[in-house]
């Protein structure tokens, strides 16, 4: 036999080239059907297994069998049929295993690592299969180190492809897995190739059993099924997942809670969903057809065919809000969202039912004004309450003293000195009377009175002659500490007086729980001070219960009282007076041991600076 | 007992208040002492004679209104009140009369109302007074009473005959007419009807058997 030379495959670059070209669309086509996998079941499971492992399976096989016939032998070569076959079953029910154990494995690495082998086995199987089909005359001898290689290869891979089937399977990155895909398949064969040695013997091939004759016609026709095997599968795919995005919007459709619907510019309802049935009350079948004009709110009727108009005149999209008369003969507010569709003259529209809603906002509206009217009368009430009480109080005594004084003078003989006495008072309680009434006057309108300048000692001194009698019965000392010569501060006399009274009587107030003995009497310290440019500091102290820290901020609230009959008016009186002085009024305490009230009041120009400004 | 003045007392908080009413009540001749809290009233003594309360329902401390139940449970005898207060509303002055007030005054008050109002409440407190006094007295006078008298009294005052107290005490006729006789005059009533009426005023309804 004479000795030949043993040679190799030569490979004919355009059947290569139509290799990697079918591998690669083989993957893409894969990658298309391998995007459902993981969030199908059942029967939707094995569909979807199918279409992928036939895509990928297919153009494995197909890439490597044209990969053959690229092949160059210097002898003729054919490849049994059923062996061929055999082949292409082992390249798709592999890759089926592969796809459905990733694809159920929920992206773990182990599910990538496991079926990528089996896959990878599977196409080497496929591949060496797919080999001894090969009928030539020639002897094959295979190179150990490359044949591992090629199925080291082939199993990198395939775990490879399966992570860029699950990891780029949208938009553009699909196309860039399938040409990585592709050519992973591609380096896998080529490596195979690369490992096997032939040694020719006797020219004679057997063609016994059905054998396909390896020719460039054959990978041509292979290359051309393989395409159309593989775009009749994209368009399947395409089909099904458009089925499915069909089904979904028939699904939205039906159970969305607002009102879709298709009306034609006319205004006649063509189609609807069921949310329509709930809202109006008729059903679909009484709707289709009819006028969604008519059961429009007359008032809201020419708006909405307006709005219809403007649509048909080629508006992008229309909001608006209008009123459908229910079968059962109520009123619904809708909130329309609308687009044109010209070709049909038709509207296709969003429309919310928003009459809860509104209801809901109406009573909030109504619920809110109540409050606010509720809070103002009580204010009201009790501002005319305690302006009652301040007012009658003065008025009692007045009308108490007259009545007296009438009396004295009615005895035989008449007792002048009592007359005089309840006269005295009378005179006072009127005075009294319309201090009230112009402290009254200074909350409401913080209106400004005359200011002098005028010796704060001396408002004090009288003030406190005014109290002297009260203070006396309720058993409380005075001790006062004047800064004197004091520089005369600019003010309102009686408004002051009013504020030295409050801080007075609520501080012999604040002691009232406090036991006095003759030793000890409850004490009040009064201290004046020049405070430079803050002009004059006036304090007022008790020894009484002090005021809780947390009430502290508190105390000059309007309405804010710690005595249970109390108002609560007379601090914040007295702070409304000290701000229209441009002083201001603050308090210092020590629960359990007293509470200081100070204020300050503005200097008087002395009449060279007024001069100078 | 009754020769003790009828006194007048005020409770305000308001100086100016309390002198003027003061001097109104002294003008037309009646008692009056006034307080600026109600600690300063249940720190005076009690009155000895008819007493009246005017008292205004803003008070330091407690309201008015409360006064009387603090008042009781202080040992205070109940007094007649008369409530004065400088604004007032209807459920504040239910609220008063429920509490038995004579009258509820709103400041400024007509001297006439007052007057009336504290003439009236004297008068109550005079005549409780007054009856308490005598139930006092029955009272001492039944003390004096054997157990048998009060037995015979109670059986006539339920209106047996002295033939049936007799078999119902198993006593002589006699025996219980010398009973009957000691009973009318230890009680001081003149007729029979008299001591009926007494023992209905000391509640003897139910002699013991």
Known sequence: ?????????D??????????????????????????????????????????????????????????????????????????????????????????????????????????????????????????????????????????ASIL???????????????????????????????????????????????????????????????????FGVFAVTLGLLAVISLGCHILVRQREEEDRARFFSISLDLLCLVGFDGTFRRLNSAWERSLGYSIAELVGSSALELVHPDDREATRAELERLAHGAASAAFENRFLCKDGSVRWLLWHAAPDLERQAVVANVRDVTERLQAEEELRRAREELA?????????????????????????????????????????????????????????????????????????????????????????????LVEGELRRRRVKVVTDLATP??????????????????????????QAVAGSPRHPRRISIRTAARGAEGIEVSVRDEG????????????????????????????????????????IWVTSEPGRGSTFHFTLPLARTESEARAS | LSDVEP?????????????????????????????????????????????????????????GLDLPATLAAAGFRPLPVIFITGYGDVPMSVQAMKLGAVDFLLKPFREQQLLDAVHLALEADRVARQERAELEELRRLYATLTPREREIMGLVAAGRLNKQIAADLGLSEVTVKVHRGQVMRKMRAGTLADLVKIALRLDLSAPQP
């Not at chain 1, 710690?562 to 601090?571: A, I, N, R, V, Y």
Request: hydrophobic fraction near 50%; charge should be positive.
């Open chain 1, 486 to 511: 004091l520089p005369r501060g600019l003010g309102d006399r009686v408004q002051l007086q009013q504020v030295i009274l409050n801080l007075v009587l609520n501080a012999s107030e604040a002691m």
């Open chain 1, 545 to 584: 219960v002090g005021i809780a820290p947390e009430e502290l901020g508190r105390v000059f609230d309007p309405f804010f009282t710690t005595k249970p009959e109390g108002l609560g008016l007379g601090l914040a009186v007295s702070r409304s007076i000290l701000e229209s002085h441009g002083g201001r």
């Open chain 1, 1 to 9: 036999m004479a000795s030949a030379h043993a040679f190799q495959c």
């Open chain 1, 11 to 148: 490979h004919k670059l355009l059947l290569v080239l139509m290799s990697y070209a079918v591998s690669a669309i083989g993957a893409y086509g894969s990658l298309l059907w391998a995007t459902q996998i993981p969030y199908a079941r059942g029967r939707e499971l094995a569909g979807w297994l199918a279409g992928a492992a036939v895509a990928m399976g297919g153009a494995i096989w197909s890439m490597h069998f044209i990969a053959m016939i690229a092949c160059r032998l210097p002898v003729p070569v054919a490849y049994g049929t059923l062996l061929t076959f055999a082949s292409f079953l082992v390249a798709v029910v592999t890759t089926a295993l592969g796809l459905a154990i990733v694809g159920r494995g929920g992206g773990r690495r182990g599910s990538f690592l496991a079926g990528g082998a089996l896959t990878g086995l599977g196409v080497a199987a496929m591949h060496y299969t797919s080999m001894a089909a090969m009928r030539l005359p020639a002897e094959i001898r295979w190179r150990p180190a490359l044949v591992a």
């Open chain 2, 7 to 63: 006194v007048v007392l005020v409770v305000d908080d308001d100086a100016a208040v309390r002198s003027g009413l003061e001097s109104l009540l002294r003008s037309v001749g009646l008692r009056a002492r006034s307080f600026a809290s109600p600690q300063e009233l249940l720190d005076a003594p009690q009155p000895a004679g008819p007493a009246c309360l005017v008292l205004d329902i803003r008070l330091p401390g407690s309201s």
């Open chain 1, 373 to 465: 009217h509720a809070s103002r009368a009580t204010a009201m009430g009790e501002l005319v309450a305690s302006i009652a009480h301040e007012v009658n109080q003065p008025l009692a005594a007045l009308v108490a003293n007259g009545n007296a004084s009438l009396h004295w003078l009615a005895l035989q003989p008449p007792n002048l000195r009592e007359a005089r006495e309840a006269t005295e008072r009378i005179v006072r309680d009127g005075h009294r009377a319309s201090d009230v009434v112009s402290r009254i006057r200074g909350l409401f309108r913080k209106a400004e009175g005359p200011k002098t300048p005028l010796d704060l000692n001396e408002v004090l001194r009288d003030a406190l002659r």
């Open chain 1, 153 to 219: 290869i082939a199993v990198a891979a395939a775990t490879a492809a399966l992570w860029l089937a699950f990891h780029l399977r949208f938009g553009w990155r699909r196309a860039f897995g399938a040409q990585i895909m592709g050519g992973a398949i591609c380096g896998m064969h080529y490596t195979g190739m690369a490992a096997a040695v032939f040694t020719p013997h006797a020219p004679r091939i057997h063609l016994t059993g059905s054998s396909l004759l390896s020719t460039d016609e054959l990978g």
